[in-house]
């Protein structure tokens, strides 16, 4: 019996990273699974047959969740497939995080914002508008970072955006009160994100900090994340042991925020 036997869970940016080792951790739990990216190749397409091979169901659905129409086609059609949607988790992000202040244009300020802010709202809306017609409760959980905490040069864009998500959760879990959805964030540190070589293994090698010694010392953990870091905080807050925790962030960064300071 797994933690999530009978749960629909739909995780966006789940190519690689963090989405792929949540999918892969909640499909173990007994979660049937949707997998959302802008790519659907043959990493995407391993994932889903490894999921299938154990007896699991994975589906992918390849969309944009920057516009409100994307986010709607995903959602819905998971809905479709999978028969409702009991998990959202926001994962998706661009690729280029970080830009110095004065190179920050207003295309790069509204990628960002239209994926990592606005998306996750509408994202959480329209799954949260599923949850409640179904009447069965569910679960949202959104990514944010270490950087919605503590400023880093070259980081403003990316750190609003991910400072949006906790308060965003705050009024997800008061609007939604007496409906049994929950909303959540967690925050990760310093997280691996390259694929592992062996493609039917969540994690890869941890986050390299030895490359990075101010980076090092400030991480009580002594050691990089890893995707099934962040992955483990979501099963937490996705099945029945999370049940009572709403409207929070969860920072899961190895103490790197215990220890802050400039780096």
């Known amino acids: ?17 963090i989405g792929r080792g949540i999918v892969l951790s909640l499909a173990g739990e007994g979660a049937s699974v949707g997998i959302n990216d802008l790519v659907d190749d043959e ?11 154990h007896g699991g169901r994975g589906s992918v ?9 994307g986010i709607h086609t ?20 661009i690729p280029d995080q970080s830009l110095p202040l004065f190179e920050i244009d207003e295309e790069f300020w509204d990628r960002m914002m239209n994926l990592s802010l606005k998306g996750y709202f509408f994202a959480a809306q329209r799954a949260a ?5 179904q009447g069965t409760g569910g679960r949202i959980v959104c990514l944010a970072s270490v950087h919605a905490y503590q400023a880093w040069k070259d980081w403003t864009a990316y750190g ?28 990760p540190g310093a997280i691996a994100s ?17 490359s990075w010694p101010a980076m090092k010392q400030r991480i009580p953990a002594d050691r990089g994340g890893l995707p099934s870091d962040i992955a483990n905080a979501v099963l937490y807050l996705t099945s029945d042991l999370g049940s009572y925790v709403n409207g929070e962030t969860i920072l899961v960064d190895g103490g790197l925020m215990a220890a802050a300071g400039p780096l």
């Open 1 to 17: 019996m797994g933690r999530l036997d009978g749960k629909r869970a739909l995780i966006t940016g789940a190519r690689k990273g």
């Open 194 to 210: 390259a694929l592992p070589e062996n493609l039917d293994a969540i994690d890869g090698e941890p986050h390299d900090i030895d």
């Open 129 to 133: 508008r599923h949850m409640v017609d």
């Open 160 to 187: 609003v955006a991910k400072a949006g998500l906790r308060r965003m959760v705050k009024g997800l879990a008061i609007d939604l009160q007496g409906t049994g959805v929950t909303a959540n964030c967690i925050a």
């Open 61 to 69: 659905h390849r969309g944009d969740m920057s516009t409100v129409d």
């Open 43 to 53: 990493v995407t397409q391993h994932t889903r047959n490894l999921i299938e091979s």
């Open 74 to 93: 995903v959602i819905d059609t998971f809905v479709e497939s999978h028969g409702g949607i009991d998990i959202l988790v926001n994962n998706a992000i």
